[in-house]
């Protein structure tokens, strides 16, 4: 860790009880929602932490036997299987940037090879592995690379472009492949392209017009048959229909449900398992598409954070809720895949706050600490910003309440789960608009009693981190003090120096590039409002962040030194966020020290 300038004497120690209560949230070994192979099922892959580190681990059902088969100092993300079950695909990226490329290991172990050497380093943009065919995508500061290898023969370059583009579905007979771009000029909303494998040739574009985009989400799992199942915002929210490319027809499935929706295939193509969320929640239902019939799977309150629908017919899911801790089981019930050791300790329900907004009536999450409230509150807000808040198990939220503070997270606009043009709003105002939603909530809690405006931290990461170090500087009366992780602090400097996918979409976002509004972008950016801070800052930073890079953050925090602002940085050696559990740990272990030493719950 880097302070500076020297960090102030030491926080108020937590009782030891405490601290180990908090850190064993972290510490408990998790394991993903395992994937398998589609000709062989009993072959299963998932990701678990089980070393200290997220890892990959190869999973024989048929024996019960674990291996693992990545072991990389800053851990490995994604792998997946080929439909034989006989390949792993895994991607190397150096220490957390994203850049790299697939590496192969055999299921049964051996060593690892470079899977298409002639396609270079780059950030991945899709996958699809087929019994005769690969499709690949890649991303550079050049734009988009879209390659097809088929099996035995040499990869070649089938579409490139400087805007956004990735390869998303492979029909199961290895004669479709689908990939989405942006040639409409928008990267949030993309446009399909349907091509022969065979000869490239095209058999099918789709796209919906302005502001709506189009997701392929998978072809149907029967070989010969070339319905896709598709994802679309028709009706301001998503939605589901499947496109028979074959025959050039689609059918949209109109479901009686309130929130978003997404789905997959039951094995036999007969049905789909619908996930819907929906006010920070989830549920599963099977939708029989011969007879149209939604029956609903019973799992308990919370959030499914994944699920998949078995050859045998039963559902396995990723499931978890504020209080209580992750589960791999079965819909019907049994735990399908458990890490070994301790489970994470219970932690704390949230309560539901519907606020009115500037925008619409904006939803937010409380937990409250023990005690009569008014409460010294974290405002912990989520990245993204496409994404969302929710009744999931957070260890980073627990710990803060046991460290005595209620927190508080606000979907604001520009999160998903609340219809598109709530996702939408902030463009061409990114930043303050969501700003504006935080404040209307702070100012209801306040009133309610809940919340002393005296005692009030603002934090989030990435995203959120931006929205943490622009809330600090627009709204400098309402906060005691930021953390703000892995934030952007300089957007003119960010947009320089990131990835060229978060380029795109920042032009998408803020209606065009710095060099053709630079002003929305002055306007949105946290180093211009540094004069106006007066809270104490932590930043936390990655050395390799491809998203939030490390320039712009210097600018922030040299802008803050000349000023004589009271902040501290903490560094760590990896990218947007860290896969290893004790580097976590130690970036909570400051979090939670600062905190206690400038706002005391």
Sequence with gaps: MTAEPPQSPPAPALPEEVTARWQARFRAPRVSLPDWAEDAPQRSLYASDVSGVVEQYAWDRDTDTHRQITDRANGTLAATLTPDGETIWWFADTDGDEFGIWMTQPFTGGPDVVALPEVGPAYPAGLELGHTVTAVGRSTDDGSELWIAPAGGTPSVFYSSPDTAGVDALSRDDSLLVFSHSEHGDPRYPALRVLRTADLSLVADKWDGEGRGLHALSFSPSPGDQRLLVGHERRGREELLIWDVAAGTETELVLDLPGDVTAGWYPDGSALLVGHDHAARSELYRYDLASGSLEQLDTPRGVVRGATARPDGTVELAWSSAELPPVIRRADGPVVLAAPGEAPPAAYPVEDRWVPGPGGDVHALLVRPAGEGPFATAFLVHGGPESQDDDSYRARRAAYVDAGYAVVHVNYRGSTGYGSEWRDALTGRPGLTELED?????????????????????????????????GLGTQPERWSAGIAEVPVADYLAAYEDEMEGLRAYDRALFGGSPEEVRDVYVRSSPITYVDAVAAPVLVVAGANDPRCPIRQIDNYLAALTERGKDHEVYRFDAGHGSLV?????????????????????
Excluded: M, N
Excluded at 441 to 446: P, T
Excluded at 456 to 469: A, K, N, Q, R, V
Excluded at 584 to 589: A, F, K, N, P, S
């Design 438 to 470: 935080v404040g209307a909530v702070y100012d209801a809690l306040v009133a309610e009693g809940v919340v002393d405006p005296t005692r009030t931290i603002l934090s989030g990461g990435s995203w959120g981190g931006f929205l943490t170090l622009l």
């Design 581 to 601: 559990i004790e580097e976590t740990i130690r970036q909570v272990e400051v979090a939670l020290s600062f905190a206690l030493r400038h706002v005391k719950p």
